[in-house]
Structures are given as C-alpha cells and as structure tokens.
DNA sequence: CAAGCATTCTCATTGAATGATAAAAGTGCC
DNA sequence: GGCACTTTTATCATTCAATGAGAATGCTTG
C-alpha cells in the first residue's frame, strides 16, 4: 500500500516528519509528531526509529523527539554553502566591527531568502527573532539584491510567478521591474521598514562570475540612523572582498 | 524488488547519495554519483529528482549535481544546534579577538566530536582544512573535554566501545579514565600535536544541568605559543557566558 | 485501579519503488 | 559527417520493503 495520500514519496514523509520541527515546537512526542506530519502512528515509530540511527532525530530520556545533529553534519558538506560561509566570516566581522549592527548574509532559494550566516551584535536593534532563516525576496533587501543581480530569465520567472510584487516605500504598485533595475543601476538596496518598522535594511550582492549574485551581504540597521551612504564603503569592500576569496577557493 | 543488498532501507540510500558529497568532490555527474552511492544508474536518477525538489541536491547547467540549501534550512530549525550557535557566536567572537587564533565550537555526536562553530582568523596558525567537521573524541581537547565532563555512564559506554583509546602525550598506554579524571578535576583540556604537530588545542565545558557538558569550546595556537595558562580566563569566562545565554533561552 | 498515553508486535496486503533494458539526446573528437 | 561515448528519459514486469490497522503491553498520573 505504502501511502494513503497521493503525490508524496516516502522522502516527501521524511520531509514533513523533520520539518514538524521549529523553533516553537522544538521537541514532542511520537503522536504528536505523528499527527503534525500527517503519518499513521506506526509508521511514525518506525520512521522516528529510521532518522534516529542516522542522528536526523534524537529521542531525549523522557521519549520526546526533538531534531539531531545529523542534518546538521550533512549541511556542512555543502560545501557551496560552507565555503561560502567561512570565506565570508572574516569579513562580515570586519563589518560588524565597523557598523555595530546586525550583519547577514543570503542565498536565493527558490523565491526566498535563506540566511546562512548572521552576526549579531549584543547591541544591534533588531530583534533576533525576527529575522527568520527564511524572508521572501521582495520583503528584504538581501533578496531584492539577489534578484536585481540575477540573470534575466530568473528574474522574469520570478515576476510571473509574483506578477502582484511590490516594495512598498515605491511608485505605489510601480514597476517592480524598474526597482530592480534601479538596485543593479546603483549596486545596493537601501529600505526602510520592510522586516521590522524600524529599520532599515541595506544590502549589497557578492558577485560571482558573470556580474551575478551568488549571494547578498547585508546590514540592518536601526531607521533613524545615519546616512545610508556611511555603511556602503564598508559593505562594498566586504562584498569584493568574499567574492574574491570564494573566486580563490574554486581555482 | 526494492534493494538489493541487505540491511539498507530507502533512507540509508538517499543518505549514501547526500553523504557521497564532501569537500573534495562537492559536485559529480549523475552517473559518478550511482557508483560513489552504490545504486543502480536508473535508481539514482529517480532519487536524484526526488532529492532536487526538496533542495536536499541540485543540478546545475551543465548536469553536474552538487548539493543544494534544503539540508542547510532543514538543519537551522535544530534549534539546539541553532540555539547554542546563537548564544555562543558573540562570546566567541570575544575570545576570538583576545586570542586572535582559531576558536570553535564542538558537540558530542556519537563517539565524535562535531563542530558546529568556528571563527578563524586570517592569521592563525591551524589549517583550516584540518580542522574537519567532526573529530574522534580521543583526538581533540574539546572530544576529551566533552567525554570528561559527560555521565559515568557515558563515558564508560565509550570506553567499551574505544577499548584501546589513549592520549599520545600521556601515560604511555596510561589509563584513559586517569586523565578524563584530571580533566574534570583541573577543569579544562590541554593538548600538544593531537590534530596537528604544531599546534596546541585547549578546550573548556560549556556546563548545563548537573554539571554535564552541553559543548566544548576550544581554541588552537602554535604549540610554542606563550603558557596555557594565559588563554584559559578567556575561555572560561565566554564558557561561563554560553551557559548562561543558552540557560536563558530556555527559561 | 482505572483511564490515558506511549510503545511494541503481529501480520496480511499491496503498490511504490525498483532496476534491467532500450532508446533518444547530447558531446566531443578525428 | 561519422563514430564512440556519456547523459538522460522512458518503459515495464516484478516484488518485497514498507505500510497501517489493530491488538497487546508498558508506563504514568490523578
């Protein structure tokens, strides 16, 4: 028989299992689990037992199942995203240094925003919790950057698939297009209260070879702050500065 | 039919491809991949579909298939891993800019050390490459520091399982639970040449309940490098911060 | 101890996954 | 162009691993 529900493979019931699991729901029991991904309760013992050899889950003393270090082992041999990460540690502490605030940087996924690396300083005034592993591309900076540097057909399959994309503080519901055209014109996106009411958020694209993004390295800062123009040198240097080291790294 | 060799279910395969991925072949074509993985050419193209929609792999335009970002988002929402990253980045950012040498941040993952963190510097003694991923407990000062600093019944549990286990620099073939006792009872690890001829590693506990230890956090330096001693403060001290930043959390 | 979960077992059923094979679509080389 | 090669998609009969319902056994908890 295999599944009742069409159009889901057994990966697919791998993937809601483990994806049951956030930063809410961090731990819970078999049943629980069970009924979160939508699996019979049987099976869900026998795949908790499956993930659980691998490390992918891991059940604490009191029987409640919470996620393992497993996944976490495999991600790192991404290396796309760990060369990627630790060719650009060094200077997004460089810039942390210098700006004092929250310093990130993304990855285009699909039609998001996925953050592999954030550093925050004790004192930066964004709320930690806001800024989620994942934010949609027209909702931040680090993504307008991203798809503004992208190669054109990415980005009409982008529009088609959000023909209703807007960024607010713009020409009403204006040409989406021209925003991104006016980000790749001036090389970075500066907006205000897109995440947070409060802040700004100002981005730059690390790009590789073919004048694309590979990545969007980004700082958010608090609204009232200075001017805009003041963080750029920083995060330009910084953003040369990655794609060259991640150049060095493949050759 | 299903498989063909025993003892290995759909989800050992679909790890076996994931895990056929490491640093030094991030990326091969399909065909490489069902011999690397051990699964029929055919097979591997279907698990090869299947993994693409989830992210888990992706193939680039010249057919080549490398590993995408939906392990690395999967592996975010391990909010223990998440969590401890979290807490521990801004201490170690500290430590990091007393010691200016490579600071990491490692778990206890079956009988391996795993870490999670690390910040190096652009002037440090270690080898990046080196310092892999995961590490046997008996080879690193943090593995040592972790297996010291775990319950009775762990470390004996490792002990059966490592029966020949030594630190080099001891006791000849001297008695393995003499020095996780020392450990304990001196509070931190300090090795010459484990990992490396030339480098030092020097590990503290991260202590959470029951003064079990939830991580390790080490450093490496040249092994000619001035007294231990003087690095230790700034690791305890930042150990004695995570502790408390992760105890937060979760109150 | 009764009620409620959590967990393990059994087991008949079956269709999802398999993998051999073949054909089609590149890719490069002489 | 033709040849050798690899990559990729498609077909399809086979079958056993995986499934899920249900019963039985533990384990808390009030």
Known sequence: MANSKSGDSSLDRLVRILGAFDADVPSMSVGVLAVRADVPLATAYRLVDQLAAHDFLRRDSSGAVRLGYGLWELASR???????????????EDIQAVVGQHTQLGVLQDDEVLFIERLSGRDSVVNQ?????????????????????SPAHVQEAYLLRHPAATVPGDAGAG????????????????LEGLVDEDTTGIAVPVLGPGRTAIAALGVVVARQAVSVHSFLPALMTGARGIARAVGERRG
Do not use: N
Request: charged share 20%; aromatic share 8%; no cysteine.
């Open 129 to 149: 919790a806001r800024v989620a592993g994942r934010l949609p591309v027209h909702r931040t900076s680090s993504g307008l950057v991203l798809l503004a540097f």
């Open 78 to 92: 991404s290396s796309s995203a760990l060369t990627l990460r630790e060719a650009a540690m060094p200077f997004m």
């Open 175 to 190: 040409d989406f297009r021209r925003v991104l055209a006016r980000i790749r014109a001036q090389g970075y996106a500066a």
